[in-house]
T-cell receptor, first 115, second 114 residues
Framework: GENVEQHPSTLSVQEGDSAVIKCTYSDSASNYFPWYKQELGKRPQLIID?????GEKKDQRIAVTLNKTAKHFSLHITETQPEDSAVYFC??????????????FGKGTHLIIQP | NAGVTQTPKFRVLKTGQSMTLLCAQDMNHEYMYWYRQDPGMGLRLIHY???????AKGEVPDGYNVSRLKKQNFLLGLESAAPSQTSVYFC?????????????FGSGTQLSVL
């Protein structure tokens, strides 16, 4: 089955700086890569996702890049703000049209924004 | 539109006790899932359902049972709770069709087994 490794486990950056979180996956059949954000005590929420037919996707201050050859994808957050402090989870799944039961999550990155 | 609702939000059990967690969604989603979240372990799939009347095992199903008698509800049962089942439990749902990998989570249930 799929194995998703996520690094680092904790990341501390100064407010206004950029943050990068990296994930690698093992199953070459994986073709959908979402990122979820979980604020303290809250539910995980999807913030951005990418499919294997594109190499990069942006949404305001966040972006995701995908390198299928190397089997890794990254989340980039620019101009970080206090509200970006949260745990971020990457995930991967071979899309089959049959739901998310094959979705494998990374172990999470705790992003801390220092004022 | 409440989305995905879980009850209860908190529960403390003694070893050997049983309980049922309820998940309800009002988005007419076909798929529903139960995850557990433990520190440093991410989210792990316990059981899932691809439609009313169906259930299937996920990554960590032992010690749990589920039922999906109605499309909008997905129940997670612990027949004989163990301290290893202390965790935060999240229910999620996803729609049928093109975006069916996108998960909508409930607010979670903090369960402690003493």
């Amino acid at each position: 089955g799929e194995n998703v490794e996520q690094h680092p486990s904790t990341l501390s950056v100064q407010e206004g700086d950029s943050a990068v979180i990296k994930c690698t996956y093992s199953d070459s059949a994986s073709n959908y890569f979402p990122w979820y954000k979980q604020e303290l005590g809250k539910r995980p929420q999807l913030i951005i996702d990418i499919r294997s037919n594109v190499g990069e996707k942006k949404d305001q201050r966040i972006a995701v890049t995908l390198n299928k050859t190397a089997k890794h994808f990254s989340l980039h957050i620019t101009e970080t703000q206090p509200e970006d402090s949260a745990v971020y989870f990457c995930a991967a799944i071979p899309y089959s049209g049959g739901g998310a039961d094959g979705l494998t999550f990374g172990k999470g990155t705790h992003l801390i924004i220092q004022p | 539109n409440a989305g995905v609702t879980q009850t209860p939000k908190f529960r403390v059990l003694k070893t050997g006790q049983s309980m049922t967690l309820l998940c309800a969604q009002d988005m007419n989603h076909e798929y529903m899932y139960w995850y557990r979240q433990d520190p440093g372990m991410g989210l792990r799939l316990i059981h899932y359902s691809v439609g009313e009347g169906t259930t299937a095992k996920g990554e960590v199903p032992d010690g749990y049972n589920v039922s999906r008698l109605k499309k909008q509800n997905f129940l997670l049962g612990l027949e004989s709770a163990a301290p290893s089942q202390t965790s935060v439990y999240f229910c999620a749902s996803s729609p049928l069709g093109g975006t069916n990998e996108k998960l909508f989570f409930g607010s979670g249930t903090q369960l402690s087994v003493l």
